[in-house]
């Protein structure tokens, strides 16, 4: 099989909730366009932005359905969901369901709980839903901090490459570059290696990956895709300045504590999704109006995504 | 609320499973009879022995409806449910389902891909389960080595004490006996806490845990019923041999590649719960061979739990 | 080689240093005499508790040469020497000094830049020492926590017996029962384990064990006198509650940032050693006061240890 | 105080042994030829790669001022000395006496036993090794994979920045090019950031690094510099090529376990540096030609570096 390599900058969507916590799937359709007006070329929905893990199954159909329903017209924008929880049986049926909406690929991250103990156990449980869907790609999300898998992704693609005709390729968040390099090289390019560390993609476009699913492509889009643009035209100092302010964005993230500070980042771009769910902790009000003050600083509004 | 403490060992049964990976239901009765027969007080199912997490949402109902329908009218067998995946909403689905078939506790461990980031954070997971099923008691259940939540337990004590009503007490499957010790002592040793760590469970006796809830009592409950016996008569050398014949048993896990020896040591007492699900890997015949050799060496037909 | 158990409380002095941060050798007498007065059976210098790793080795030398000369007469009190650094040839200097001085034993931990692969390795360093004063008693110091070397201890055993004559035992400063109680048990309970935990001496008793070095016997050794004292008589409350003080006692090294604590309690039994040298961070006078106070709460005065 | 950056590659020699294990001073002068003839830009001594930790402080001294001896005329060859082990104590004397002899810089590494608390109580170790060399440029070495500290070093640059006049910057062994580039551009790039991992320096200079330490410097140089080459020349297809090589050849330190692989790569380009002390595992026989025919297959003739 031979699928056609993603690429520019695919948006890891939050999922939208209303406040008493529910899925708010009406903001679905807004959000894709809101995405699309920022030159976004997918969604990778369900992932950890997306808190596909606090999601009932039944909640992650809907989710799946409605994208589906408001990109199917627009074969340029690839939707890829991500299947994975710690059931096997669980990930199967959601594969199966985003194959029937129509949605583009599905995604597998290593179960979290048990945990596969070398690569061939866990090429075993990526066949088992790559199987399901033998007409979807099938990407690998590559997550060790959450996931607690330490596979070198570099063993995975040796175990499946020639055995899972639609591996397509892997979502790579983690920061080892010497493995990552060696899984771009893989087999003369052959599969697909989606950045997935904002604060340095820089440096992974120096290793030559040519597409990314992050969060903060959500709402800082532009920045970006000057920054692509600045390297691609060997204008580095202005890349490594770019580069610096995605990081000054980013650390806004640790200083008002982790993932939920992403969905603070929708509200002023004007994409409200809402809160998260338990066990993450949202900001507060007070926390809220410190943190808008700190993004004022960054000049947030000169590289932010806007609404059409 | 005020409910009675556990005692005696608790059997973490494991989920019966048929060749094709499917559930062997019509096993539960018979395992329910055997654990009977070897004088295990209650039962904690879906756990990480019961591997709950690699079963679908309808597949623990299901093992639930089982456990409830064989032992309804046993009032002196606990059956206590774990609850817990990374989905709060899918925990309290599960929980009200345990009450509606007539179990007798639910359990609760923290999510394990967004981790809880303090003991606040955690309580406050606990306390959305907990008021689900108010009439029934609430377990924590305490594993850091396999859901990565290390606050200290006394921290957790400290937060529900006087907010949660029903949570009764919590599973220690950890080895900090200081935090152990505070905890059981906490609020005139108000709540239940019991040891989850079978190959040290004299050092809990000496501290003065009562009751306790594990895997190896599955197959082995005479030898740690004997080791009570010994340490409550202060005869501690036989108590520490039987401890290392315990260790012995249970170094043979480590040996054979982890939790799914469990299952092979359940053939050999004539209870055959079949094989693990991935990403768990399973013996191969020629391991089983060499697993049975290495247990007859241990003369662990003196000390097995047998069937009635 | 037969070498005497080691029995009771032996205390990991703190090294005295004046306000400089220069040694304060002057104070080694009468601390002897202090420990000696608290019934404390030895002293195991330079370890973590004397920062030796902080100490050049000529300074170790001198600490080693004052202890010996105060103790020289005193056969029942036992000095064991921590050798231990990254340089195996520094660690053979001074073990060497620390014979001709006229200690009692040596002791080593793993090096902890580059660490041994294995228990083999490990064994290969602790023999280059052992074999340097092969008349003396030789103790493997486990710390995992500090040094980063986690082999089992088990592991080591069976590697050094019958390999290294004068391997005489482990300080066991770890969480680890399992493997604690079978190198406790190993060949006829050959070798001396030396439990180091204080705030679990409890379950260390019920295992069998019979000596004990720590930090916390400097300051408090009737506590733990008394402790000993119920579990040999079979009252386990009493025993029980005592370890819970201990706690107490040992949670504000927690709260008051560390092993500098150490010496801030010293000061309270008026056997001043002074504060520790960078990297640990000490109290401020802030922070002293407030210590007090909740020193004062815990009825510190009616278990410390108390000047002759 | 405003030092010359550093620039190009900076080998950090091993240390040459004899076969008894004692120090082979009369390498240096022939290795200090070897690096010059391959273009290497100074010497980054008793680091890691020159095991430092397993040498006494006398030996140390020794290393140093025959480093120092030999290369006393090439003022274009720039000795950097690591003085860091655990006593602060011992790192201010070998700082002295790496200015007496005339090296040009010092170096100093977290203690790794007790480890600094933060970034203050880092700064604070360094403050004091510093001020004992006022007219030599100080760097920081970040290895937190050796040295368990895992500040920072953007912090450390808040801290140290107007405080320690002669810092001069760090040497960075880790893998977070966030924090690296936002270091590098810290204060108008005002410190030295040389790029420590070998395995994607690549990535370094997309980010704008200049310079760089590393061990595989000693045996690969001209691979390196036609990777600097082509980057420069904006050839990056040719630069990624040449990274992948390079990570071929690492590949091989992980095959043949770690760090003592490094004097293996030297015997074959005719600088025997003989082979690691305790606790390093050495090579077998076996294992070395096992070891050069997977050299052989790299075609590591066609870029080590050669012999003047």
Same mark, same amino acid.
């Given at each position: 099989?031979?699928?056609?390599?993603?690429? @520019?900058?695919?948006?890891?969507?939050?999922?939208?909730?209303?406040?008493?916590?529910?899925?708010?799937?009406?903001?679905?359709?807004?959000?894709?366009?809101?995405?699309?007006?920022?030159?976004?070329?997918?969604?990778?929905?369900?992932?950890?932005?997306?808190?596909?893990?606090?999601?009932?199954?039944?909640?992650?159909?809907?989710?799946?359905?409605?994208?589906?329903?408001?990109?199917?017209?627009?074969?340029?924008?690839?939707?890829?969901?991500?299947?994975?929880?710690?059931?096997?049986?669980?990930?199967?049926?959601?594969?199966?369901?985003?194959?029937?909406?129509?949605?583009?690929?599905?995604?597998?991250?290593?179960?979290?709980?048990?945990?596969?103990?070398?690569?061939?156990?866990?090429?075993?449980?990526?066949?088992?839903?790559?199987?399901?869907?033998?007409?979807?790609?099938?990407?690998?999300?590559?997550?060790?901090?959450?996931?607690?898998?330490?596979?070198?992704?570099?063993?995975?693609?040796?175990?499946?490459?020639?055995?899972?005709?639609?591996?397509? @390729?892997?979502?790579?968040?983690?920061?080892?570059?010497?493995?990552?390099?060696?899984?771009?090289?893989?087999?003369?390019?052959?599969?697909?290696?989606?950045?997935?560390?904002?604060?340095?993609?820089?440096?992974?476009?120096?290793?030559?990956?040519?597409?990314?699913?992050?969060?903060?492509?959500?709402?800082?889009?532009?920045?970006?895709?000057?920054?692509?643009?600045?390297?691609?035209?060997?204008?580095?100092?202005?890349?490594?300045?770019?580069?610096?302010?995605?990081?000054?964005?980013?650390?806004?993230?640790?200083?008002? @504590?982790?993932?939920?500070?992403?969905?603070?980042?929708?509200?002023?771009?004007?994409?409200?999704? @809402?809160?998260?769910?338990?066990?993450?902790?949202?900001?507060?009000?007070?926390?809220?109006?410190?943190?808008?003050?700190?993004?004022?600083?960054?000049?947030?509004?000169?590289?932010?995504?806007?609404?059409?």
């Amino acid at each position: 099989m031979n699928f056609k390599h993603l690429t @520019g900058l695919i948006s890891a969507p939050f999922t939208p909730l209303n406040e008493d916590g529910s899925l708010n799937l009406s903001l679905i359709p807004e959000y894709y366009k809101f995405l699309k007006a920022n030159k976004i070329t997918g969604a990778f929905i369900c992932g950890s932005t997306g808190e596909g893990v606090s999601l009932t199954t039944q909640e992650k159909k809907d989710v799946a359905k409605t994208w589906a329903s408001c990109t199917k017209k627009d074969k340029d924008f690839k939707v890829m969901m991500l299947t994975g929880g710690t059931s096997i049986a669980d990930s199967i049926d959601i594969a199966m369901y985003a194959q029937k909406v129509g949605l583009y690929a599905v995604s597998f991250t290593a179960p979290y709980y048990f945990k596969p103990a070398n690569a061939k156990m866990l090429a075993a449980c990526c066949k088992e839903i790559a199987a399901a869907v033998p007409e979807m790609p099938f990407y690998y999300y590559h997550i060790p901090v959450l996931n607690g898998c330490n596979v070198p992704m570099i063993q995975l693609l040796h175990e499946v490459d020639g055995i899972i005709p639609n591996f397509a @390729g892997i979502k790579y968040t983690h920061e080892d570059f010497m493995d990552f390099l060696s899984c771009l090289r893989f087999n003369n390019s052959k599969y697909d290696m989606l950045w997935g560390r904002d604060e340095n993609m820089l440096a992974s476009l120096s290793l030559g990956s040519k597409g990314a699913v992050g969060s903060t492509y959500n709402y800082a889009a532009p920045l970006y895709y000057d920054m692509i643009d600045a390297f691609e035209k060997n204008n580095l100092a202005t890349a490594q300045e770019l580069q610096q302010k995605s990081i000054d964005m980013i650390t806004l993230l640790g200083k008002y @504590g982790g993932i939920a500070t992403g969905k603070a980042y929708m509200k002023l771009v004007g994409v409200d999704c @809402g809160e998260f769910r338990l066990p993450v902790k949202n900001m507060s009000a007070s926390e809220f109006k410190s943190f808008k003050s700190d993004v004022a600083k960054l000049g947030f509004k000169k590289f932010c995504s806007v609404k059409p």
